[in-house]
């Protein structure tokens, strides 16, 4: 017996022995994903860190290491080469982009290929110097673990779909320490599914990955952390909501530019006619060309954001840029003259972080839009703070509040997860102070993106397959809207005992194909599907010598008028028919059908609105 059936048979009689449902073992299975993810997250990030440090400490040693620093990135590249030669993969997009198409689009199968693939790749990309994040490679990693190991045990697609968002929950919360931001942002981005049956697996990997980082580390902040950060712990006031309002908007605005730039940047570089794993290297070259502008217009290596230097004198726009999102929350706000430079070079250094991006990813580069989309936002939320000084008629918000609001909501716009983004830099700062503000920024930056750019930076990718995605919230419109509410077709009222054959002039005249059959009082009875009708007609002779009552079927539980649409397309899925008799809840009389292309009229409806 394999190891496979020998833990499927320990499953199955522990379930029986403890009298547990049958989906019991998926929330074992979740806590086993999540741990073994948690761990190797960390030994990612860690890795990781370590090389950006090592890159770091050697530019700082003198002129000749800096400049070959600044040239890491190429080297990065070729090495990201040769890791997609060792472990090629068809699709081109990002991480999460990939874990989405295979959710919505190939039963959620992703190859264990995938996570040395995004392992090595990024780490040689992020490592050099490429402007990418972890999150992203970390969060298609442990999908593709949840992936294999529930093709493994041989699961069906349903169970394999909850393990690979277990996977993906799991490293992102290891990385951050952040589990409600991993739930919801495997739950509103990828599953796009906030059922029971999924949300609370992904909870339990969520929680048990944060368990095991913290219990590795011995310490509840993240690898990443700002909790050593003074934050104002004033409340939020009413007056205060217009400010943050305006922050969330101008954020939404610019991470829907964002995702235009990051189209139009694989738009680009996929128009190149050079073999497509040559396509890194043009981008590493452009990103080396910025950091070198920038280095020689900055020889002493001090900022010209008015930020304070840090130890690293590369592009602040290389690698992750979180030292650079620490130096912002810990940088305090000057006069108005310095305000002024503040918010011109903070502008300038944004946009500078976008075409590092853009170069890195757009090429073809292995690495997350989550870190650049952090640090754009700190960005913009310091300089919107910066504003604030500067125009009066604007009301002051303090530089460490702009800065966390504009993390999350640029986050949230950027993936249209408002609750991700907030709950990720609420879980970060560990200070309720901040929540409310960054809901309030999170939700407005997410609505103002949408209708600015209705695809979030990862579904944008994915619109280039002509891949349209759908979630729980389009069956909400399903469970709100009642039968009464539509237009239903004519209901024809037959007797069982008239004429079949009388059924063919009635559908001639009134145009229908199913009828309802009535008792004496009229009230419902059975019904004659158009199908039967049509199956008679091949033996036209036959057809007048029987009654309706002989082609009657009375396995049709009728629909009341008060029965929802979802209801409806339940009852569709018992039978093979085109349209269901609806009847009065009170007297029991057909009042019209409903067919299913009606409900699919609505369904369609809700996803081209979403």
Request: charged share 10%; proline share 5%.
């Given at each position: 017996m394999t190891s496979?059936?020998?833990?499927?048979?320990?499953v199955r009689r522990a379930g029986t022995?403890?009298?547990l449902g049958q989906d019991w073992h998926v929330l074992i299975l979740a806590a086993i994903c999540g741990i073994s993810?948690?761990?190797?997250?960390?030994?990612?990030?860690?890795?990781?860190?370590?090389?950006?440090?090592q890159l770091g400490q050697f530019?700082?040693?003198?002129?000749?290491?800096?400049?070959?620093?600044?040239?890491?990135?190429i080297a990065g590249a070729l090495v990201t080469i040769t890791v997609f030669r060792i472990f090629p993969s068809g699709f081109k997009g990002h991480g999460v982009s990939r874990?989405?198409?295979?959710?919505?689009?190939?039963?959620?199968?992703?190859?264990?290929s995938l996570a040395p693939r995004q392992w090595l790749g990024s780490t040689a990309t992020i490592s050099s110097g490429g402007s990418a994040g972890p999150e992203g490679p970390i969060v298609a990693i442990g999908a593709a673990?949840?992936?294999?190991?529930?093709?493994?045990?041989?699961?069906?697609?349903?169970?394999?779909?909850?393990?690979?968002?277990?996977?993906?929950?799991?490293?992102?919360?290891?990385?951050?320490?952040?589990?409600?931001?991993?739930?919801?942002?495997v739950l509103e981005v990828i599953l796009r599914d906030f059922t029971a049956r999924t949300f609370t697996p992904v909870v339990i990997a969520s929680v048990t990955s944060a368990a095991t980082a913290q219990s590795i580390l011995q310490s509840p902040d993240p690898i990443f952390g700002i909790g050593l950060i003074h934050i104002d712990q004033t409340p939020m006031l009413l007056a205060q909501i217009p400010q943050y309002a305006l922050l969330g908007v101008i954020a939404g605005l610019c991470a829907a530019g964002f995702a235009v730039v990051m189209k139009s940047a694989h738009r680009s570089f996929n128009q190149l006619r050079i073999p497509t794993l040559s396509k890194p290297i043009i981008g590493a070259l452009l990103l080396v060309a910025c950091g070198t502008c920038w280095t020689l217009l900055n020889p002493q290596q001090s900022t010209t954001t008015g930020i304070t230097s840090t130890t690293n004198p590369l592009p602040p726009f290389y690698g992750n840029g979180y030292s650079l999102i620490e130096s912002l929350l810990r940088e305090p706000m000057g006069s108005e003259t310095s305000a002024f430079v503040l918010f011109s070079s903070l502008a300038l250094l944004?946009?500078?972080?976008?075409?590092?991006?853009?170069?890195?990813?757009?090429?073809?580069g292995a690495g997350g839009l989550f870190a650049p989309g952090l640090v754009l936002g700190a960005l913009l939320g310091a300089a919107y703070s910066a504003l604030t000084v500067l125009v009066p008629a604007l009301p002051d918000i303090s530089p460490t509040h702009g800065v966390l609001v504009g993390m999350g909501a640029f986050v949230a716009a950027g993936a249209h997860a408002p609750l991700a983004g907030a709950f990720l830099v609420y879980e970060l700062t560990h200070s309720y102070a901040i929540l409310l503000p960054l809901l309030l920024a999170a939700v407005v930056a997410t609505v103002a993106a949408r209708l600015v750019y209705p695809n979030s930076i990862y579904s944008a990718e994915l619109a280039a397959f002509n891949i349209r995605l759908t979630s729980v919230a389009n069956h909400s419109i399903l469970r709100s809207t009642l039968i009464r509410d539509l237009a239903l077709l004519q209901s024809i009222p037959v007797r069982a005992s008239d004429a079949a054959e009388?059924?063919?002039?009635l559908g001639e005249r009134h145009a229908v194909h199913d009828f309802s059959v009535v008792d004496e009082q009229g009230r419902y009875h059975g019904f004659v599907c158009g199908s039967d009708v049509r199956s008679a007609l091949v033996y036209r002779d036959a057809l007048r010598l029987l009654t309706v009552a002989e082609l009657e079927r009375t396995d049709f539980a009728p629909l009341d008028s008060d029965d929802t649409l979802d209801t409806a397309l339940q009852r569709f899925g018992r039978h093979e028919t085109q349209a269901l008799p609806v009847i009065d809840p009170e007297s029991r009389k057909p009042i019209g059908l409903i067919t299913r292309s009606q409900i699919m009229t609505v369904y369609n409806r809700a996803i081209g609105e979403q």
């Amino acid at each position: 017996m394999t190891s496979r059936h020998t833990f499927q048979s320990f499953v199955r009689r522990a379930g029986t022995a403890l009298r547990l449902g049958q989906d019991w073992h998926v929330l074992i299975l979740a806590a086993i994903c999540g741990i073994s993810v948690g761990a190797m997250a960390l030994v990612f990030i860690g890795t990781m860190n370590w090389l950006l440090r090592q890159l770091g400490q050697f530019a700082s040693q003198g002129p000749t290491q800096l400049w070959i620093s600044i040239a890491m990135p190429i080297a990065g590249a070729l090495v990201t080469i040769t890791v997609f030669r060792i472990f090629p993969s068809g699709f081109k997009g990002h991480g999460v982009s990939r874990v989405m198409l295979a959710v919505h689009r190939q039963k959620s199968v992703l190859p264990l290929s995938l996570a040395p693939r995004q392992w090595l790749g990024s780490t040689a990309t992020i490592s050099s110097g490429g402007s990418a994040g972890p999150e992203g490679p970390i969060v298609a990693i442990g999908a593709a673990i949840g992936s294999s190991f529930a093709s493994w045990l041989e699961l069906d697609a349903g169970r394999r779909t909850t393990l690979l968002g277990c996977g993906a929950a799991a490293g992102l919360a290891a990385v951050f320490d952040a589990p409600l931001a991993g739930v919801f942002f495997v739950l509103e981005v990828i599953l796009r599914d906030f059922t029971a049956r999924t949300f609370t697996p992904v909870v339990i990997a969520s929680v048990t990955s944060a368990a095991t980082a913290q219990s590795i580390l011995q310490s509840p902040d993240p690898i990443f952390g700002i909790g050593l950060i003074h934050i104002d712990q004033t409340p939020m006031l009413l007056a205060q909501i217009p400010q943050y309002a305006l922050l969330g908007v101008i954020a939404g605005l610019c991470a829907a530019g964002f995702a235009v730039v990051m189209k139009s940047a694989h738009r680009s570089f996929n128009q190149l006619r050079i073999p497509t794993l040559s396509k890194p290297i043009i981008g590493a070259l452009l990103l080396v060309a910025c950091g070198t502008c920038w280095t020689l217009l900055n020889p002493q290596q001090s900022t010209t954001t008015g930020i304070t230097s840090t130890t690293n004198p590369l592009p602040p726009f290389y690698g992750n840029g979180y030292s650079l999102i620490e130096s912002l929350l810990r940088e305090p706000m000057g006069s108005e003259t310095s305000a002024f430079v503040l918010f011109s070079s903070l502008a300038l250094l944004a946009l500078l972080k976008a075409f590092a991006t853009a170069c890195t990813l757009g090429s073809g580069g292995a690495g997350g839009l989550f870190a650049p989309g952090l640090v754009l936002g700190a960005l913009l939320g310091a300089a919107y703070s910066a504003l604030t000084v500067l125009v009066p008629a604007l009301p002051d918000i303090s530089p460490t509040h702009g800065v966390l609001v504009g993390m999350g909501a640029f986050v949230a716009a950027g993936a249209h997860a408002p609750l991700a983004g907030a709950f990720l830099v609420y879980e970060l700062t560990h200070s309720y102070a901040i929540l409310l503000p960054l809901l309030l920024a999170a939700v407005v930056a997410t609505v103002a993106a949408r209708l600015v750019y209705p695809n979030s930076i990862y579904s944008a990718e994915l619109a280039a397959f002509n891949i349209r995605l759908t979630s729980v919230a389009n069956h909400s419109i399903l469970r709100s809207t009642l039968i009464r509410d539509l237009a239903l077709l004519q209901s024809i009222p037959v007797r069982a005992s008239d004429a079949a054959e009388s059924l063919i002039e009635l559908g001639e005249r009134h145009a229908v194909h199913d009828f309802s059959v009535v008792d004496e009082q009229g009230r419902y009875h059975g019904f004659v599907c158009g199908s039967d009708v049509r199956s008679a007609l091949v033996y036209r002779d036959a057809l007048r010598l029987l009654t309706v009552a002989e082609l009657e079927r009375t396995d049709f539980a009728p629909l009341d008028s008060d029965d929802t649409l979802d209801t409806a397309l339940q009852r569709f899925g018992r039978h093979e028919t085109q349209a269901l008799p609806v009847i009065d809840p009170e007297s029991r009389k057909p009042i019209g059908l409903i067919t299913r292309s009606q409900i699919m009229t609505v369904y369609n409806r809700a996803i081209g609105e979403q």
